[in-house]
């Protein structure tokens, strides 16, 4: 079944396309991975899939799921450093997305969040703040703020920056758990080709006027096959 | 200090402006703390030479100063949210733009009509002792009311201030939530002038914040000890101001710096 599906999509800023005529779904349980070079587009394309930017023309098209079950996982490099909150103020707040109207969380927040925390391995942490928490630490944290937002699906741009390489496979690891345990999709920007081949159920290959999608074995070992353009 | 206690007892004025300062001080140290994390600081201030601005001209023209003031400093702050928003001027740029602009036209004003009165004087340095039964009153509501509200939005303001992509991929609209926070902002800093004078306002909304960073590091302790620091930095510079015969606005903003300098030095022991 799709959940997402996009045609002949256009995307840029002010008007002039950073890519054009892209077409591809994403299969509800799927792992993507949209790989591709620094500026072919794939931070344009997952502001696009997260909303926060329109196409130029063409459509992301969502089925059966609602804007509140998407979460995004923003790098930690973005999230200010000296920002005093506390993992569990960060987790609880997951649940806003799915409330609101009513201002204050209710016992079921607060349990959902509980959950949440130990589900990741954090319940320890939650009255540490987060800008002393580890990298790894901190991918943790956020991914436990996605699932006490209930999210079906996971949207991630570059997790792995600024990761050491052992956080980073357990992060890929947890991320892979979530996926097929819980059918959690994943949309993941990534420059990880090795990964990719590891995890991915599906690629996304964004260059140039050769954009390709397809299972990942299709994309990676057959290179006449190529996406629409 | 009992000479102080019996003044507030035995002049109302004095005891009006306590109330309205310590409810200004509260608001302003509690919104403080987004403003400060979202790197918007110098909206205070670039607001406060708004309301300067548009004071100077409501006297020249003969209009009630607050009701004209009010509406011109919140559509000011929109303004500014929206130009740094959407990026093509840069925010500090945009505030710098339009706090000067304003600047000269108060000034302008001032000089064309009557030249520097009272009334404008005030504005500009605070007068809390001069503030009229009905000031007094729409002050006490309208801190009241950007303290509820904060309270209602508490959770919200919180989430948008950490991570606002956050929220809009789970398809909130966070572009209100930052509209709340500056209308709040700039019905708070109208109201500070009063107190604080036109000049020193954003002090308020900076110090108390920066303080309780230096010590805490999650979110609800920052803004409980921003909100005491500046209440209580608001009583002893206004006793100091009483016994000493200082200006109300600055002692308050020294015991601000005093206690900023105490809480780093303590951050840096105990590291």
């Known amino acids: 079944m799709n959940l997402l599906k996009c045609e002949n999509l256009k995307m840029g800023y002010d008007g002039k396309a950073v890519f054009e005529d892209l077409t591809f779904s994403v299969e509800k349980g799927s792992f993507l991975f949209v790989l591709g070079e620094n500026g072919s587009g794939k931070s344009t394309l997952i502001k696009g899939i997260l909303g926060l930017l329109h196409p130029i023309s063409g459509k992301f098209h969502w089925e059966g799921i609602s804007r509140n079950e998407i979460a995004y996982l923003s790098q930690t490099t973005e999230v200010k450093k000296e920002f005093p909150a506390s993992v569990g103020e960060i987790v609880l707040s997951g649940r806003l997305t799915s409330k609101r109207f009513s201002p204050f969380y209710s016992k079921k927040d607060r349990e959902k969040a509980k959950e949440s925390m130990k589900y990741m391995s954090v319940e320890d942490l939650e009255h540490r703040s987060f800008s002393e928490l580890s990298g790894g630490q901190q991918q943790r944290v956020l991914l436990a703020r996605a699932i006490s937002a209930s999210a079906r699906v996971l949207v991630l741009d570059e997790p792995s920056k600024g990761l050491d390489s052992k956080v980073t496979e357990e992060l890929y690891e947890l991320l892979s758990h979530m996926n097929k345990k819980h059918g959690i999709t994943i949309i993941m920007v990534s420059h990880d080709m090795a990964a990719a081949l590891k995890y991915a159920s599906h690629i996304l290959s964004l260059s140039d006027g050769r954009n390709k999608y397809g299972k990942t074995d299709e994309v990676l070992f057959s290179s006449e096959k190529e996406g629409k353009r | ?271």
């Open chain 2, 1 to 271: 200090m009992r000479a102080f206690f019996e003044a507030i007892i035995s002049y109302p004025f004095m005891l009006r402006a306590l109330i309205v300062g310590a409810l200004v001080s509260g608001c302003c140290s509690v919104l403080g703390v987004p403003l400060v994390l979202k790197r918007y600081s110098m909206i205070g201030d670039g607001l406060s030479h708004v309301a300067f601005g548009a004071i100077a001209l409501a006297t020249a023209l003969g209009f009630a100063p607050m009701a004209f003031t009010i509406p011109v400093v919140i559509l000011t702050a929109f303004l500014l949210l929206r130009l740094s928003e959407n990026g093509k001027i840069k925010g500090d740029a945009a505030i710098a733009l339009i706090s000067t602009g304003a600047l000269a036209v108060g000034v302008m004003a001032v000089s064309l009509s009557k030249g520097m009165n009272t009334d404008v004087y005030n504005y500009m340095f605070g007068s809390v002792l001069s503030m009229s039964e009905s000031d007094v009153t729409l002050s006490i509501i309208l801190a009241a009311a950007v303290i509820v509200l904060f309270l209602c939005f508490y959770h919200k303001i919180f989430a948008v201030t950490f991570d606002e992509s956050f929220l809009k991929a789970g398809g909130m609209k966070t572009g209100a939530y930052n509209m709340l926070i500056s209308f709040l902002t700039a019905v708070t800093v109208v109201l500070g002038m009063r107190v604080m004078g036109a000049l020193l306002i954003s002090a308020l909304i900076i110090f108390p914040t920066m303080s309780a960073m230096r010590l805490f590091k999650t979110f609800k302790k920052v803004v409980l000890s921003a909100l005491l620091i500046s209440v209580v930095s608001f009583l002893v510079g206004f006793y100091f101001s009483y016994a000493y015969d200082a200006p109300t606005g600055a002692s308050i903003v020294v015991i601000n710096i005093i206690l900023f300098l105490i809480f780093s030095l303590i951050a840096k022991f105990k590291k």
